[in-house]
C-alpha cells in the first residue's frame, strides 16, 4: 500500500492550502483515511478522519471550522482543505490509511503512512 500526499508549501497566516493524498495498492473504498501533522519537537498528533464513504468524519478542536476533510473513492484520493491557517498549523502533515471503514483519531490505528508534506504558515 502506497500513500502519496502533495499541496504542501508556503503561504501566509490568513490563507488556505489544499492537501491532496493519493492511496495504491489498497481497495480505497473499504478504507478509512486520517490526516495527521507533526511540528518541530512535537509528536504527531491527529487532525482529522473520515469513515469510508467520507459521510462521517471528526476533528481535532484546533482545526474544527477551518479544516474539511473529504474523499473521492473514483480517483482514491484524500483531501484536507485548510482554511484560515495560522503559524500554529505550521507542521509536516501527513495522511494515514486504516483497515476498516470507521474512522479513528488514534494514530496506532493507521497501518499505512505517507511521505510527508510540509506546511509553513508565515505570520
Known amino acids: 500500500v502506497q500513500l502519496v500526499e502533495s499541496g504542501g508549501g508556503l503561504v501566509q497566516a490568513g490563507g488556505s492550502l489544499r492537501l491532496s493524498c493519493v492511496v495504491s495498492?489498497?481497495?480505497?473504498?473499504?478504507?478509512?483515511m486520517g490526516w495527521f501533522r507533526q511540528a518541530p519537537g512535537k509528536e504527531r498528533e491527529f487532525v482529522a478522519a473520515a469513515d469510508w464513504s467520507g459521510g462521517r468524519s471528526v476533528y481535532a478542536d484546533s482545526v474544527k471550522g477551518r479544516f474539511t476533510i473529504s474523499r473521492d473513492n473514483a480517483k482514491n484520493t484524500v483531501y484536507l482543505q485548510m482554511n484560515s491557517l495560522k503559524p500554529e498549523d505550521t507542521a509536516v502533515y501527513y495522511c494515514?490509511?486504516?483497515?476498516?471503514?470507521?474512522?479513528?483519531?488514534?494514530?496506532?490505528?493507521?497501518?499505512?503512512w505517507g511521505q510527508g508534506t510540509q506546511v509553513t504558515v508565515s505570520s
Open positions: 494515514g490509511a486504516r483497515m476498516g471503514i470507521l474512522y479513528s483519531t488514534e494514530i496506532s490505528q493507521y497501518a499505512y
Open positions: 495498492g489498497r481497495t480505497f473504498r473499504n478504507t478509512a
